[in-house]
């Protein structure tokens, strides 16, 4: 077991196994302060883009269709993906990484699936440090996705630059989109699965309760991971977000 | 507090047989083990990715194609190359006897055939130590 000073040095001359070493340190609350101190102060270009929604809203698929569109465009792209760890056993079944394969031999890609412990807010503990070491590292884009996570998980917003909740066809009547919470501070909201039965006319109830006059305005879209659509609008969305 | 272990469980190639692992995935989830389920269609380039990335402890594969002996060499060369001599790697699924014996002289761990109980697995994750350890 190398030493976090020696994994420090490795991490400095850009040794992948090294970041994936000191990414689990950071998860499992171990030497973290003399982590945040070696990389205290590094550049980190890194823009943090957070995608949340309830569980089976299609986060993962669309950050496995994100990776592909953004490839294509020259971005290198380090994955943080949340799922639940048990409060029972203290395992947890990490399945996000499975929706966004065909990466391998690329390293502009790096996918690390974390377990989250209940009562965070559906983000893992130290997820800002792990999130600073993909950016220190050198990876342009950090994408972030909650546990599944509905209405009031907001900690992740102080976490990223844009924030996107997934929202999906049949998942409530208008008074949905008055309540606070994360629909307060949501950077774009997409209206995901637009291929079902049902998505124009959420998308359409969304975007008018949301923009209604005299109130912030924000981006509502539809897309869909099954064929992709949509997710030109969404990047574009994201990018002009601040 | 010990911290969870780390697996990753695939399965690789056309083999499209994944109830077991999903039963092994779920047994280990609740003894307590982080799982990176990996899934279906995987090659061992991929594996090995996932492995790296996900800072695994252990590797689990799964095979009922017969495609064993392709596969399986591949991933522990793989591993080996890529400096993950560390991990340790367990196959499962229908593995002949003489075959198992091929597979461990190549730096497997352990081959669990059918009707292996999920508690044999998850003690020897706990207990077992990986190549590199022993």
Redesign the interface.
Known sequence: MPSVNELLQRFRSKDRLALSRLLTLAANNDQTTAIRHAIAGQPAKGRVVAFTGSGGVGKSSLIGRLIGLLRGRGKSIAVLACDPQSSVTGGALLGDRLRMSGNEGDAGVFIRSVAAAGGHQAIAENLELMIRLLSVFGFELVLLETVGAGQGDTAVRSLADVLVLLLQPETGDELQWEKAGLLEVADVVVVHKSDLPGAAKVETQVRSQLNMPGFRKIPVLAATALNGEGLEALWEAVERVG | MT??K?IVLAKIGLDGHDRGIKVV??G????????????LW??P??VV??V????ADWLGISMLSGAHMTQVPQVMDLLRT???DHVGVIVGGIIPEADADALRKLGVARVFGPGTPMNEIADFLRQGTSRAQR
């Open positions: 911290k969870p780390r995935a779920r280990l989830r609740d003894a307590g083990f982080h799982v990176i389920y990996a899934g995987q090659s380039e991929a990715q996932a790296a990335d996900e800072d890529s400096g993950l």
